[in-house]
Antibody, heavy 122, light 107 residues
Framework: EVQLLESGGGLIQPGGSLRLSCAAS????????MSWVRQAPGKGLDWVSTIGGPRGDDPQYANSVRGRFTISRDMSKNTVYLQMNSLRAEDTAMYYCAKEVLAGTGLKFDFWGQGILVTVSS | EIVMTQSPATLSVSPGGGATLSCRAS??????LAWYQQKPGQAPRLLIYDASTRATGIPARFTGSGFGTEFTLTISSLLSEDSAVYYC?????????FGQGTRLEIK
């Protein structure tokens, strides 16, 4: 059974940093791209970042986070991370970790974590 | 960036009826289009990908169609459990983008 478990969220002041983690199990982690998708309170879904599957594709970032957020993964721990620096109020959202359906077929997401809340406020 | 526009914003339908949700892309996405269902307090669930392929475990009541810039999600024999927000998503190009969602109410 595929499971994605996010952690690391919380309340942080503007300008601060947080690192989110997503522990994956139930599939061959190295074979799939992993992504972060966020959802501001009462709003729609907003893709944040992706780190590639078996081809080791370069990380991709939304323009709104490029230069502030860094995605990485630890194959030995089956975990993907999102380092978030210079946080802004507009980064406040539920952050979901998501797995791609099938490597190399386009980035759609068949499994999602339960989400972790990040609140940026003074 | 490809902009995805969904309509209507809200749709209210009686149980047992049918619903048609639309999604329009600002430029062609070929068939690289997915649909998700999200219920309150839950993560999104993949319903359809490649415009018309049902994801694992999705009942045949959910049908996706379309190609290029116009796409439709049709739900038949509506159940109360189908009440949710539905999102479309294109994945032909970076950044992948979602529509703003259609809220489906069953009452």
């Amino acid at each position: 059974e595929v499971q994605l478990l996010e952690s690391g969220g919380g309340l942080i002041q503007p300008g601060g940093s947080l690192r989110l983690s997503c522990a994956a199990s139930g599939f061959t982690f190295s074979n799939f791209a992993m992504s972060w998708v966020r959802q501001a309170p009462g709003k729609g879904l907003d893709w944040v970042s992706t780190i590639g599957g078996p081809r080791g594709d370069d990380p991709q970032y939304a323009n709104s986070v490029r230069g502030r957020f860094t995605i990485s993964r630890d194959m030995s721990k089956n975990t993907v991370y999102l380092q978030m620096n210079s946080l802004r109020a507009e980064d406040t959202a539920m952050y979901y970790c998501a797995k791609e359906v099938l490597a190399g077929t386009g980035l759609k997401f068949d499994f999602w974590g339960q989400g972790i809340l990040v609140t940026v406020s003074s | 960036e490809i902009v995805m526009t969904q309509s209507p914003a809200t749709l209210s339908v009686s149980p047992g009826g049918g619903a048609t949700l639309s999604c329009r892309a600002s430029q062609t996405t070929l068939n690289k289009l997915a649909w998700y269902q999200q219920k309150p307090g839950q993560a999104p669930r993949l319903l359809i990908y490649d415009a018309s392929t049902r994801a694992t475990g999705i009942p045949a009541r959910f049908t996706g169609s379309g190609f290029g810039t116009e796409f439709t999600l049709t739900i038949s024999s509506l159940l109360s459990e189908d009440s949710a927000v539905y999102y479309c998503q294109q994945y032909i190009d970076w950044p992948v983008t979602f529509g703003q969602g259609t809220r489906l109410e069953i009452k």
